[in-house]
């Protein structure tokens, strides 16, 4: 069995206490982490020193796309980088990582995050991680089952949900994509209340044969698109990185088949 949390950004003990409980009741699993552990909440140093503590007891963690944000402001040059992050939530990331009460020049925070244990951590996440009956992954892969690039598995939204290949040319075709890949997919990435879309063929749940975005309460529960007799794909974005109160992420665990025994919420 597999234990999946993803995208506390900076949650902090709250997202750990739904971990914990998740592990106190199925001991045996596997944990994996999905990504997104900075930007948004304060508390990002603590949940990465328990993503980083939990790793060295075995779990798997993955990268996610804000800290891929992270590393390309201390890796790279340009300022479009720096623009990036900080309009993502690095202030709030650098200082708590930082152990700092106001947020320094974005120089001397290149130069001090570069020093951490958090920036070599980060610099060797992997991108997915595969069982025989599930692939783990930050934003997604193609559900065709075609190779997968590495901006698409940190980044992939609406291609992702409806297997677009042009986004210009498909942007009003909002049918699910079926998964091809043999494999249950599971993801973070994007709050669930925002994912949506028709069902074009006979489908698991959903009698309406479509999921509603939730633009009016913002429940993000653990979203489960599949066909039948296909594997499902698995959205667990709880909304941390938004400001809504009660959200402390979704922690979904998983049978080894890839079906979904319990989550904690």
């Known amino acids: ?24 009741v199925y001991p045996k699993s596997r944990l994996v982490f999905g990504g997104d552990y900075i930007d948004g909440r304060p508390f990002s140093k603590e949940t990465l020193d328990y993503v980083m503590t939990s790793v ?3 779990a798997i963690a993955l990268l996610g796309n804000h800290e891929q944000m992270m590393l390309d402001f201390i890796d790279q040059q340009d300022d479009f980088f720096a623009a990036v992050w900080y309009g993502n939530g690095a202030k709030t990331t650098i200082k708590s990582l930082l152990d700092l009460n106001h947020c320094c020049s974005k120089r001397m925070a290149k ?7 958090y920036y070599q951590f980060i610099k060797g996440l992997p991108l997915d991680y595969q069982t025989d009956n599930i692939t783990f992954v930050h934003a997604g892969i193609k559900p065709d089952g075609s190779p997968t690039d590495r901006d698409y598995k940190l980044w992939a939204r609406e291609e992702y949900w409806y297997g677009w290949e042009n986004q210009s040319a498909d942007k009003l075709f909002t049918v699910f994509a079926h998964n091809q890949t043999g494999k249950t997919i ?6 669930t209340c925002l994912i949506n879309g028709f069902f074009n ?5 959903y009698p309406d044969d479509e999921i509603l975005s939730d ?8 979203v489960s698109v599949q066909f039948i007799d296909e594997p499902a794909r698995i959205f667990t974005d709880n909304g941390c990185h938004g400001d809504l109160k009660g959200h402390n992420g979704n922690v979904v665990v998983l049978n080894d088949d890839g079906t979904i025994a319990k989550t904690f919420s």
């Open 111 to 117: 130069r001090l995050l570069q020093e951490t244990d």
């Open 186 to 191: 599971v993801t973070g990435h994007t709050p």
């Open 215 to 222: 633009t009016k309460d913002y429940q993000c529960p653990v």
């Open 56 to 58: 060295k007891a075995g």
């Open 201 to 205: 063929d006979p489908h698991v749940g």
């Open 1 to 24: 069995m597999y234990i999946f949390a993803s995208d506390p950004h900076g949650t902090g003990q709250p997202w750990i206490d739904l971990v914990e409980r998740a592990k106190q």
